[in-house]
Every structure is written in C-alpha cells, then in structure tokens.
C-alpha cells in the first residue's frame, strides 16, 4: 500500500516536472512581438547590473514578454553567472531564449568603423566624427595620449603615424580614447618582431620607419611602385641628398591651416622642419598612417640605384637613375599634361 502510495507521489512529480519544463519551454520560445513590429531595439546592460535588474528592465522595454520564465531559466542553467556590460542590438521577433544566449554570449552590437590608409590624425578625426565638435575635440585629446607608444617611439609629440588604418568593430558609443587605443594596438600588431628585426638590420628606429612608410604611402597609391619609392628615398638618404617630396610640404602647410588641395611653386618654400625641399634628412615625423604595404616597402626597399622619379600621366610613375634620364621624363610628361 505504501509502495503504491509512493509510486503515486513520484507520477505525480514527475508529471508536474514534465508540465514545468513544457511551460517554461514554451514561455522561453515565445516571441515578445511579431515580426511586423520591426526595427531592431538598442538595449544597454551598465557594469554591475544584476541579472534580476537586466530581466525587469527587458520586461519594461517590451522585449521580453514575462520576467518569471527568464529568472528561472538563469537560475536552473546559470547559476551564479553574471551578463556582460554593453549594447545589445535585439531585432523582433524576439524570444525569452534568444535574449538570455546573447545576454550570457556577450554578443554585444559592434559598429565596423574603417579607416583608410593616409590620413593625419586630424583628417581621422574629420573623418568619425563629422559636424561633431565636441566629438572631435575629444578624438584630438586622445590623439595627444603619447603614453600609448611611449616605448616605441620616446620622441613623439602625438600618435601622427601609428593610427593603423583597417576596419575596427566597436560599440556603437565607444569613446574615441576606445578607437585611439584600438588604432595604435593595431598597428602593435602588424609592427611585429619581425619587422623590429629588419628595422635594426637597415640602423632604422620605429619613429624612422613609420615616417619613411608616410611619405611612400602619400607618395603612391599603387602597391607595386612602394618598393621603387622606398628605394629612390634610402638612396637619397643614404648619400645626404634631399629627398624633395611634395607630400611633406602639403603637411607643412596642413600644419599652419593653410593647405588648399593643391601646391604651388611658392609653397616649395615654406618655412617648415618637414619641407623636404629646405632640409636634407627625413623629415621631424610621420606626415599620416601608412598602410602595411607602405611600412614593408619603408622596410625593403627594391633593388637598384634609383634617384628620382615622376609621375606617367598615367596614375603611375617613371623611375631614373639620373639626372639626365629624369629631366627627359619630366619633359615627356608635362607634353602629356598640355595635350
């Protein structure tokens, strides 16, 4: 009678067990809204937020539809875990479950923000935060953080050349100390010890690298001729020649406000420590971000004893060894140019 007895109990426990979990899976698979009700929902979860205060607050904002069936699912499958500060991006149709897997996933909504290669910092600044002052300003300062490089380059004023140009994904309200630390970490990255290496073969700091790879970068947009570039340079430098490289010029004047697109003959002038026209040598630092194929050409420099080159009209340029040879290609393509 007693066996009976017990044996009831148990059916009856497990039927309820059975009647729990249906509910529960049921209540966790229910959309809060139909698909019709559209646009995806931006929800942040703060540092120190209990996941009792989490699931109250995605029961007020609508994007869940009860509150009970959430605790009970952290309760039974994760105890004692906590959910990860960020924003969410939830798009309804939206179940209780796919809420609680992003929430304990930590899929946190990321923006891909991309940089190209060749910007100074103030062109980047520009560049994310447009018609935004308060957001530049605040880039700016970060871009002044010269902590973050400190052992790579003790001499830098600012992060002028080490903001790595790529595509990042970040919040969508990250601040810009968040973008300047993930630029330089970047760049930390790609500058390996390999390159550290190849760096003390040529007697070359990473300040000397970084800035030579600027003037390759703004010097050619064509991967193939970075090599030729790097080596008409380090074959200048090699024998004091000045290396004569407009794009320095235009960032002498982007210094002082007045850059209008173009150089004239008088801007050749220019009273400026960059103006590689003036002054022999590289110049003070990095005029932008140079991308990877820049930093390897400032880094390996093609073979040959190439001293000066010019544009084809073609997009691209003619390379010579000597005066001679440069003078006939200059004149070829300033005909090209008055056709």
Do not use: Q
Request: contains cysteine; aromatic residues 8%; glycine residues 10%.
């Amino acid at each position: 009678m007693l066996l009976k007895a017990a044996r009831g109990v148990l059916l009856g426990v497990v039927l309820l067990l059975a009647a729990f979990i249906v509910w529960l899976v049921r209540a966790l698979d229910a959309p809060a809204a139909p698909a019709a009700a559209g646009e995806g929902v931006f929800f942040a979860v703060e540092k120190g937020w209990s996941a009792r205060t989490v699931i109250e607050r995605l029961e007020d904002r609508g994007i869940v539809r009860g509150a009970l069936p959430l605790r009970l699912a952290c309760r039974l499958f994760y105890p004692g875990r906590s959910f990860k500060a960020g924003e969410y991006l939830f798009t309804p149709p939206l179940t209780a479950k796919d809420a609680l897997f992003a929430l304990f996933g930590g899929r946190v909504h990321l923006v891909p923000v991309t940089i190209p290669e060749g910007l100074t910092g103030g062109e980047t600044a520009a560049l994310l935060k447009p018609g935004d002052a308060e957001g530049a300003a605040a880039f700016r300062a970060a871009f002044r953080d010269v902590a973050l490089i400190a052992d790579l380059d003790p001499r830098a004023a600012d992060l002028e050349g080490y903001l790595f140009p790529e595509t990042y994904s970040l919040p969508r309200k990250a601040p810009a100390s968040d973008l300047v630390a993930a630029m330089v970490a970047g760049f930390r990255r790609v500058f390996d010890e390999g390159r550290h290496r190849r760096a003390a073969e040529l007697g070359m700091s990473v300040r000397d690298v970084v800035t030579l790879a600027s003037l390759i970068e703004e010097e050619t947009a064509r991967p193939e001729e970075r090599p030729l570039v790097s080596a008409v340079f380090h074959n200048r430098l090699r024998i004091g020649m000045k290396l004569d490289c407009d794009p320095t010029v235009a960032y002498a004047l982007k210094r002082e406000g007045r850059y209008t697109g173009r150089l004239l003959l008088r801007d050749l002038t220019v009273d400026s420590p960059y103006n590689t026209y003036l002054h022999a040598g590289l110049p003070p630092g990095p005029i932008c971000s140079p991308g990877l194929s820049s930093l390897d050409a400032a880094l390996r420099p093609a073979p040959g004893g190439y001293l000066y080159f010019v544009a084809d009209g073609d997009g691209g340029h003619r390379f010579s060894l000597t005066l001679g040879e440069h003078l006939d290609a200059v004149k070829k393509y300033r005909a090209l140019k008055k056709r």
